[in-house]
């Protein structure tokens, strides 16, 4: 097994430095006149806007990667992304970030996503952990106050979808075109919770602490269905389940991403309380695999339609998270569902040559060229996420050894 781990982190280390990370440096150039889009064939559309949730993911990323490595040019990329976003997307009147401006800058869409402002506290607390620039943290700490200030709904226990550019209710919440228009969604909630425990890890405010506690408590108590050991995606206003879908790649990522809150919270009631959960929600996205170690996206029992494509995150979040299982069970078929989903994207999603990775692969095998490599929602975080969880955990494991 060591053999296999050390050549699977050296795998892990030459797909972050050689291909991801390139791929995304190219992309973002001089960190002001960069496209706002690639598309699946290598086509870059200069007249795309610029999304808020890319621009965190990939400050995220860029800072996370010289948090690891210490190489001068990820934390200058980071430094180019964390001005941008400081400049052009956080709102100077009403707080929050914009969704969306356009290529000079001006708002194409002021309305204010709670998911999107997530990820703007998940890239700015990364950034701090890299570099402890106080400033970043201001700016974290404010965006978290908005949330708490505007999206919380105190009442019924949760975070608002989206409300207008100055926090007023709006009638289209949705988070996508795919979405339903919900009052609350577990996507909202999941991505909160990322960000807030890691603006826990740089800020340790009673009040940060608190949101995270309870955050922790809506997935265990709200978002998870015990009877179905999945995730419930949409939701009323009373918590009352809006359809029955299943998201493979959301159940697989929650897990693990509940356990690293619990743990970043550190209390020992709450890391214990968790378990059942992490535990029912990993076994839940084994249906979901496919004999080449592939994770399906989606699955309706209400229609009983299967969406069996394999979509990058999805691929990249069965890594880590069926990894992190077998960090918690020590059952070694967790490992090997981990080991197989990375085999299945080194060999069907990554774009030798070109750097990156493809959208999906669809249904029937053939790659899906039709969607982005980069923009508004393809961005550099499942995947350089995963490349460094693993190496971070695989040298743990060795260690140990």
């Known amino acids: 097994m060591e053999k296999m781990l050390v ?44 999304g808020a949730v890319l621009i965190a993911r990939m400050l995220w990323t860029f800072s996370a990667a010289y948090r690891m490595t210490g190489r001068p040019e990820y934390l200058h990329a980071a430094g180019k992304l964390r001005k941008f976003l400081a400049l052009w997307l956080i709102d100077p009147v009403h707080g929050g970030v914009y ?11 002021g309305k204010k996503q709670s998911y999107a402002i997530g990820f703007a506290v998940y890239g700015l607390s ?5 570099t402890g620039d106080p400033e970043a943290l201001d ?7 908005s949330l708490e200030e505007h999206v919380w709904d105190a009442m019924q226990g949760g975070y608002v979808e989206a409300l207008t550019r100055n926090w007023k209710p709006l ?11 919900t009052y609350f969604s577990m996507n909202t909630h999941l991505h909160l919770l990322e960000p807030y425990a890691n603006l826990l890890r740089v800020w340790r405010e009673d009040r940060v602490a608190t949101a995270v506690r309870k955050l922790i408590h809506i997935h265990t108590d709200r978002l998870f269905d015990p009877q179905t050991g999945h995730l419930n995606l949409f939701f009323d206003a009373r918590w009352q389940p809006q359809g029955r879908k299943v998201s493979y790649g959301h159940d697989i990522e929650a897990s693990w991403l509940i356990d690293e809150a619990a743990l970043v919270l550190g ?17 839940a996205a084994v249906e979901g695999l496919r004999p080449d170690g592939s994770l399906i996206y989606e699955y309706d029992p209400q229609t009983e339609r299967i969406d069996a494509d394999r979509h990058w995150w999805v691929q990249a979040e069965a ?45 029937d095998g053939s790659v899906n060229r039709d969607d982005d490599k980069a923009g508004f929602w393809k961005c550099p975080y499942h995947n350089s996420r995963m490349c460094m969880e693993l190496i971070r955990r695989i040298e743990r494991l060795l260690t140990k050894n």
């Open 7 to 50: 050549q699977w982190r050296e795998e892990l280390s030459e797909e972050l430095t050689c291909d991801i990370l390139p791929f995304w440096m190219a992309f973002l150039g001089d960190g002001v006149h960069f496209a706002g889009r690639i598309d699946g064939r290598g086509k870059a559309h200069p007249e795309a806007g610029k």
């Open 99 to 109: 969704w969306e401006i356009a290529p000079d800058g001006s708002p194409v869409c």
């Open 126 to 130: 990364e950034y701090v952990r890299a």
């Open 139 to 145: 700016e974290a700490a404010a965006l978290f106050g």
């Open 171 to 181: 009638e289209d919440m949705r988070l996508s075109e795919k979405d339903a228009n």
């Open 267 to 283: 209390e020992p009631q709450v890391t214990t309380d968790v378990g059942p959960v992490v535990e029912a929600l990993a076994a």
């Open 319 to 363: 890594v880590v998270g069926f990894f992190n299982m077998y960090e918690r069970t020590g059952d070694e078929a967790f490992l090997r569902r981990s080991h197989d989903a990375w085999q299945y994207i080194r060999t069907h999603l990554l774009d030798g040559g070109n750097g990156e990775w493809f959208w999906s692969v669809r249904a």
